[in-house]
Each structure stands twice: as structure tokens, then as C-alpha cells.
């Protein structure tokens, strides 16, 4: 069974950091893009970051884009999102997701920034 | 960016169709290739895709639901509605970087 499964969530004061981390299992974590997706309470779906199987092209979102840094780790099927100089608006719940075309979700890790 | 725009709720009756659209700013289109995606997502879980490439039904995706369009203009339907399918549908287009549309809300009348 495909699992995508994130943790690392939490609450932070606005300006410092969290990592998040993705175990994927089930799958050839290395044949696959990767991407980090959020969504604010009682909001949408948004966007945050990408990266390709071996590592080779990274986007960001321009809301996060210099504050957030996606990576993997093949070895260890994991994927991570490092978020600094966090900010209220980055209160979301954050998925990790699979793929480059449709999407398959992790269940969500929380991260709530507030002092 | 690709913007994608859904109507932010649908209310329908239980047995009837359901028909939620989803216009992007630009064609997701290549070589006759609909990138375009639907989700379903129910309060306290993670999205579950429905359709992939427009109008290619999801492994394990009741018949009932149906996915049609090219370019700019796609649509999802729910024929017919059952109360299982109460959710939040989103459209997401990968000709980029994947953008969502704001989500359909479907309620029963």
C-alpha cells in the first residue's frame, strides 16, 4: 500500500524555524517528483513546493520562496521541508503529495505559528 | 501563474447530477493532453483524486462521477448525487507548477 506519512508539525513562534519530514513507503520514492502542499484553516489548497526525483529541479511558491527549502533523501524515502522566518500566515496544514501530474496526499502535518 | 476559477458552491438534490466547472486562465492543454486534475476532500481528511487527465476515472472511483473538457474549460460530474458525496472538489492543473482552483463546495438542496 502507496503511504506518504508527514511529521515534524507543531506550534512555533513567528520568525523561527521548523522541519517537516515525509516517510514514503510502498513505492519507488525515487522514480517520483514530490511536493509540499498546504492548506489554511477553512481555506484552499495551496501550492508550496516542489521538487523532482533526483533532486535536479526545485520551484517554490513566491510566498514561501527564500524562506522554505525542499528536499529528499532516496536513500532513507524521505522527503523535507525546511520553513524559516515563519510567519502567522504560514498556519496551515501541510501535506506532502506524490507525483508531477495528479496528485496522491500524506494525511497532513499541522504547523500553527503564533506567539 | 495558472489561475483556476471554481463557483464557490453547488446545491443539488440527492438522485439528480451534479455539475461543477473549472475555467483556468490559460490553456493546460499539450498535444491534445488534458492536464487537468479532480479532487474530492471531506472535513478532516486529505484530498482523494477522482479524475486524472480530464476524464480518466481514479482507481477505485464510483461510475457515477464523470470528468469532460479541453483547454481552458473542464468539468466534473456527479451523476447522480448521493449523500456520500458531500465534500469540497477541487481542480488542480499540472501544465506548471500544480495550482488549485478555490474549491466547490456541494451541498444538498
Redesign the interface.
Known sequence: EVQLVESGGGLVQPGRSLKLSCLASGFTFSNYGMNWIRQAPGKGLEWVASISSSSSYIYYADTVKGRFTISRDNAKNTLYLQMTSLRSEDTALYYCARGTGPLLWGQGVMVTVSS | DIVLTQSPVLAVSLGQRATISCRASQSVSISSIN?M?W?QQKPGQ????LI??ASNL?SGIPARFSGSGSGTDFTLTIDPVQADDIAAY?C?Q?RE???????TKLEIK
Open positions: 492536464l486534475h479532487y486529505q484530498p482523494k483524486l486524472y487527465r481514479a477541487y488542480q499540472s507548477s500544480p495550482t488549485f482552483g478555490s474549491g
